[in-house]
């Protein structure tokens, strides 16, 4: 077999690998030292579906990261880790209780109810997080077989909308889920900008604090494609295996998903990489702050920033910088840093900004 060197390619490249947009951090590519592991992965057989041995060290790593007895199992991308985490957490009569923000509420196609056949109850929050208090007002009515049983709680970390969870804001939900017979799920797509921000071990906000479940997001922080369904609570689920594989999230070259964490959970790659990337967002964020006309619209936490400012403006902006509206009727957009956002992107997209907003 040919080195890896001496190998060409018939592809070729068809983008400007300078241009960086601030629509999603899913935009950005891969971390080399990612793309090195995926490739010492490769050559020669390993075990297939998950049998291999960078999918068995994975375990040993994630028990370092939240302690012993936890399971990792590498899916395929965030709506499936959510999916199946919480397909595992419920009863076919159970249902979640979310923020109207979440992922799993808003951006996911209805894949939890129609793929996992979950019914959501959503609840209004002012900045993304929920309460005991906010899960009150649909916790209720476990009795009624008129009204789907709620039986879990799914908070996320960071939140949709750049906001953070304190570890006592965390063990707070995980107590009051738990002393009504719910569970705690966390769906952590951005797990690492939480830990990075907090500045805490990771298991502080997750098992130490009463998580059941956890979605272990790294496509957004320089993976190819990776995510995890990680069971912090081995005695709330049963036979995940099996929902992984029904719910057809299970790899067959598992090996090159499994790499990819430990390539960057080994050394801490996955903080220092979501360490620039919420710095970034706190450039861009004290830039706007200095903008006449620009609302920042919820504290900058994590990588995200969300803003308000006038339509015309955010379409003649999304011409040069392409980014998302968050609420078009309202003119709130949002703009997401990642892991190779660089100074000279922020200050380029804050002169077309200040720009834009002169023609205003």
């Known amino acids: ?34 793309l090195a592991a995926v490739a010492l992965a490769n050559g020669g057989h390993q075990v297939s579906y998950g049998e291999d041995a960078y999918t068995e060290h994975l375990q040993v790593i994630m028990a370092g990261l939240f302690g012993d007895g936890v399971e990792a ?11 199946v985490g919480l397909q595992a957490l419920t009863d076919r ?12 509420n808003v951006d ?76 705690l799920h966390l769906d952590g797509a951005r797990l690492a900008n939480a830990a ?28 190819l494609a990776g995510e995890a369904v990680v069971i912090l609570n081995p005695g709330a689920v049963s036979h995940l295996k099996h929902l992984r594989k029904l719910s057809m999230q299970l790899a067959s070259k598992m090996r090159f998903v499994s790499v990819q ?19 970034m967002a706190q450039r861009l964020a004290a830039g706007v702050r200095e903008i006449d006309g620009v609302e920042l619209l919820y504290p900058v936490q994590a990588n995200g920033v969300f803003a308000r400012l006038p339509h015309d403006v955010s379409r003649r902006l999304m011409e040069r910088h392409r980014f998302y509206f968050w609420d078009e009727a309202a003119g709130d957009v949002r703009w997401m840093c990642s892991f190779d956002t660089t100074e000279d992107d922020i200050d380029a997209f804050l002169a077309a900004l200040r720009e834009e907003m002169g023609r205003a």
């Open 1 to 34: 077999m040919a080195d890896a060197a001496t190998l060409s390619t018939a592809a070729q490249r068809r983008h400007d690998p300078e241009v960086r947009q601030f629509a999603s951090d899913n935009y950005a590519g891969v971390h080399p030292e990612v």
């Open 73 to 83: 199992y590498p899916v395929f991308n965030g709506t499936g880790a959510n999916v």
């Open 93 to 104: 009569w159970g249902a979640v209780i979310c923020a109207e923000s979440a992922h799993i």
């Open 108 to 183: 996911e196609g209805g894949a939890p109810e129609r793929m996992g056949g979950l019914k959501l109850h959503p609840v209004a929050t002012p900045d993304g997080k929920l309460t005991p208090e906010l899960v009150d007002r649909q916790a209720w009515g476990f009795d009624d077989e008129h009204r789907a049983m709620p039986q879990v709680v799914s908070i996320t970390q960071s939140t949709e909308l750049g906001t953070l969870y304190t570890p006592d804001e965390v063990r707070a939900l995980a107590e009051h889920a738990h002393g009504l017979g719910m569970r």
């Open 196 to 223: 990075a921000a907090l500045d805490v071990p990771v298991r502080e906000f997750t098992s130490d604090a009463g998580v059941d479940v956890l979605s272990f997001g790294a496509t957004k922080n320089g993976a």
């Open 261 to 279: 964490f430990e390539a960057l959970l080994a050394d801490g790659l996955w903080l220092r990489l979501a360490g620039h990337a919420n710095a």
